[in-house]
C-alpha cells in the first residue's frame, strides 16, 4: 500500500481520530487521510476503561479475602477467581501501554520522565504502607499487652521457625534481585542473551519464592485471628506476597519485551520500572525476615 509522508507548513491546526485538536507543525498523508503531527513531546492519553476495572477487581479481592479470613464456604473460590481477574485486566492494560510506546511512539523522552517519576512515588506510597504495618507490629511487640500475656510471641503461638523456609525465600529473593540488575545492565550495554537469560531467572525465583510462601502457610499452627501476632503475621507476609505476585507479573512482561526485541538499550522505562518495583520487594522482605521471623520469633511461645 502506497504510504506517503507529506509536510503541510500552511496548515497549523488539525484534527485527529479522537476529535481533539492540537497544533502542529504539518500534517502526515497516509492512505489518503490527513493525521495530525502535535507540536509538544506529551502523551494526550486515550479514554481507557482498566483503571476503573482494575480498581473493582481489587475491590473484590479484598472482599474476597475478608469471607476467607471469617471461614466462608466460597471465600476461597472468590479470591482465586479475584486473582485470575487481577491477572487478566493488568494484562490487557500492559498490552495497551506497550502498543503506546512500542508501536505508537507515544513514549518520548518527557514521557518516560513522568513516568518514572510515577513509578517513584507509587513506591514512596508504599513505603508508607508497610511503615504503617511495621509500626502495628513493633508498638505490639515492644510493649506487649497484658491481654496477650504480657510477652513476644504470646503464649499458645509457635513461630515459625527463621532458619527454615524463611531463610530460602531470602537466599531466593536475594539471589533474583541480582539476576535481575544482571538482566538490566546486559540491555544497557545490548547483551541481548544475557538480558533474556537474567530475566527468566529472576521470573522463576519469583514463582519458587510465591510456592514456598504458600506452603509456609499451610504449615504454620496459628491464623489471622490469634491475637495482634498473626494478624501483624499475617498483614505483613501477605501484602508482601501480593506484592511479588504483581512483580512477577511486571518482570514477566518486561522480558517477553526483552526477548521480542520490543526495547532498546536507551528505551525502555517500562522494564525499569518493574526492577526498580522488584528491588523495593526485595528490599521490604529483608525488613519482613529480620524483624518477623528472626527477632519476632526468638521468644518460645510456649
Known amino acids: ?31 489518503n487521510s490527513t493525521v495530525g503531527l502535535p ?8 479514554q481507557s476503561p482498566w483503571p476503573i476495572a482494575l480498581s473493582c477487581v481489587l475491590l473484590s479481592l479484598t472482599i474476597s479475602a475478608v469471607l476467607s479470613f471469617h471461614g466462608y464456604v466460597m471465600g476461597d473460590l472468590f479470591i482465586l477467581c479475584s486473582f485470575i481477574l487481577l491477572i487478566w485486566g493488568m494484562s490487557l492494560w500492559f498490552k495497551d501501554i506497550i502498543i503506546e510506546a512500542s508501536y505508537l511512539g507515544a513514549h518520548t523522552d518527557k514521557v ?15 513505603v508508607f504502607f508497610f511503615l504503617s504495618i511495621f509500626w502495628a507490629y513493633f508498638h505490639s511487640s515492644l510493649a506487649p499487652a497484658i491481654e496477650i500475656g504480657s510477652e513476644w510471641p504470646p503464649k499458645g503461638i509457635e513461630p515459625v521457625d527463621a532458619s527454615e523456609v524463611p531463610t530460602a525465600n531470602t537466599t531466593i529473593l536475594l539471589s533474583s534481585g541480582s539476576s535481575v540488575t544482571v538482566a538490566h545492565h546486559s540491555l544497557v550495554d545490548q547483551l541481548i542473551d544475557w538480558a533474556n537469560n537474567g530475566a527468566v531467572a529472576t521470573v522463576i525465583m519469583a514463582l519458587f519464592f510465591t510456592l514456598l510462601q504458600v506452603m509456609e502457610y499451610f504449615g504454620v499452627s496459628y491464623t489471622i485471628t490469634d491475637s495482634v501476632y498473626g494478624s501483624a503475621f499475617y ?11 504483581i512483580g512477577t ?3 514477566l512482561v518486561g522480558a517477553l519485551r526483552v526477548y521480542t526485541y520490543q526495547v532498546t538499550n536507551t528505551h525502555h522505562v517500562g522494564v525499569e520500572s518493574g526492577i526498580l518495583y522488584w528491588h523495593f520487594v526485595d528490599v521490604v522482605w529483608l525488613f519482613l525476615f529480620g524483624a518477623v521471623y528472626f527477632w519476632g520469633g526468638q521468644g518460645k511461645g510456649e
Do not use: A, W
Open 112 to 126: 518516560q520522565k513522568g513516568i518514572s517519576l510515577g513509578v517513584v512515588l507509587f513506591i514512596v506510597s508504599e
Open 1 to 31: 500500500m502506497l504510504c506517503k509522508n507529506i509536510y503541510n507548513n500552511s496548515k497549523s491546526v488539525v484534527s485527529n481520530k479522537r476529535g481533539l485538536y492540537y497544533k502542529t507543525i504539518g500534517s502526515m498523508v497516509v492512505n
Open 39 to 46: 507540536s509538544h513531546p506529551y502523551h494526550i492519553v486515550d
Open 249 to 251: 507479573v511486571f518482570l
Open 235 to 245: 498483614m505483613g507476609t501477605g501484602f508482601h506476597g501480593l506484592h511479588v505476585i
